[in-house]
């Protein structure tokens, strides 16, 4: 277990009012942690300022290593395997096929151009690449956006089986998990 301990975070975007005041979190990093709350209230930010993209103020101490869906995609007209191995993944072709197989989710979509993708088969094979990395925490920001009720079941089916802790957006749905809703 690795916490992640914010203290004291406060940030605003230029000439608005702030997103975070003064706040203090700790979240364990053996926890499904799902952030809740109406668009523009900085769960997206959040994710940001963990991931150091952002400055802000106060303090935020982990040794945790993030990964964070969706992936940035580059040349999306190549092979999948081709785009996500360019997304800045570092592990093997194997473990990509083994995270998509556990969501019943044909390894043949790796040779496929990943333009010619569904958004769900996307979501699909760029949270296997995630899932797939070890010594990650994840950061998932609406992975159920491109999804049907059926791939949001399979998608929940196989999250409720990992064993791998993650901080969510707005799923709900998806799993038993502990929540905190930004006001």
């Known amino acids: 277990m690795e916490p992640i301990t914010i203290n004291n975070l406060t940030f605003a975007y230029p000439g608005q009012e702030p997103l975070f005041n ?12 799902g952030l809740l709350g109406r668009n523009g209230r900085g769960k997206t930010t959040l994710l940001k300022i963990l991931q150091k993209q952002l400055s802000f103020q106060g303090s935020i101490q982990t040794n945790l290593k993030f990964n964070y869906y969706p992936l940035v995609i580059r040349e999306p007209n190549d092979y999948t395997l081709n785009v996500l191995m360019r997304s ?18 044909p390894t043949e979509l790796l040779w496929q151009p990943f333009s010619s993708l569904s958004g769900g088969e996307q979501t699909h094979v760029m949270l296997a690449t995630l ?23 399979q998608i929940a089916q196989y999250l409720k089986a990992k064993k791998t802790a993650s901080l969510s957006l707005a799923m709900t749905e998806i799993f038993s998990i502990k ?5």
């Open 22 to 33: 003064h706040c203090d979190l700790n979240i364990s990093s053996d926890w499904k942690l």
């Open 179 to 183: 929540s905190l809703t930004i006001h």
């Open 88 to 105: 800045g993944y570092q592990g093997e072709q194997w473990q990509i096929e083994r995270e998509l197989n556990l969501m019943a989710t």
């Open 131 to 153: 899932f797939a990395q070890d010594g990650y925490f994840p950061l998932l920001d609406e992975p159920t956006n491109h999804l049907d009720q059926d791939g949001r079941k």
